[in-house]
């Protein structure tokens, strides 16, 4: 019993490490990296469509992002997406390939960026503490219904707390990473 509460709140915290990589991904620094795109939709036939579904995306230097669509007639609907997007980016066609510069960071970007990155990295930890409440609730409620001991509660209560502990951890990690990659010039 306690063992299923502990793995669901474990399962539950990694999601939210998951869902913190992936917010830092869109938080774009000095490089250029194809996933930076990764949430950008483009207007094809009707549909809104991923970009990585209707590109290829590559890196072409430190700077540069280089874009070859699949259908050569999507390249102006594509462009248009990635202007209108807050990203920032300013799309270059040469021909049939799309390239997007990355422009410098400047000081104040850079802060707001590590703003950003500071405040999904609180929804990360807020995440991960509701999912230690959950699972110490679903505690009380066995202990309540007398399936588990009082001790056994505590014992999963600290095994929980552990567990947290181990994920706010990764969290603050992953946050000072991404503010070192973003200060780096």
Do not use: C
């Not at 669901?8 to 999601?15: G, T």
């Not at 620094?29 to 991923?50: C, F, I, K, N, Q």
């Not at 970009?51 to 700077?63: F, H, Y």
């Amino acid at each position: 019993m306690i063992d299923d509460v502990k793995k669901e709140a474990d399962e539950r915290m990694s999601k939210s490490l998951d869902a913190l990589s992936h917010n830092f991904n869109k938080i774009r620094t000095g490089r250029a990296h194809p996933s930076l795109l990764d949430g950008l939709r483009v207007e094809y036939y009707g549909a809104e469509t991923p970009l990585n579904q209707m590109a290829n995306v590559n890196v072409e230097d430190a700077r540069t992002l280089s874009l070859t669509a699949w259908d050569k007639t999507m390249i102006p609907a594509i462009e248009k997406a990635i202007m209108k997007s807050d990203l920032g980016l300013n799309p270059a066609t040469a021909g049939e390939v799309i390239r997007i510069p990355m422009p410098m960071l400047t000081e104040e970007t850079r802060k707001g960026y590590i703003r950003q990155a500071r405040h999904e990295a609180e929804s990360a930890r807020v995440s991960v503490r509701n999912a230690r409440r959950d699972a110490n609730a679903m505690l009380k409620e066995l202990e309540k219904d007398k399936e588990i001991s009082e001790d056994d509660e505590r014992r999963g209560h600290d095994g929980i707390q552990k567990v947290t502990d181990s994920y706010i951890a990764q969290v603050e990690k992953m946050l000072a990473a991404k503010e070192a990659d973003l200060m780096e010039i």
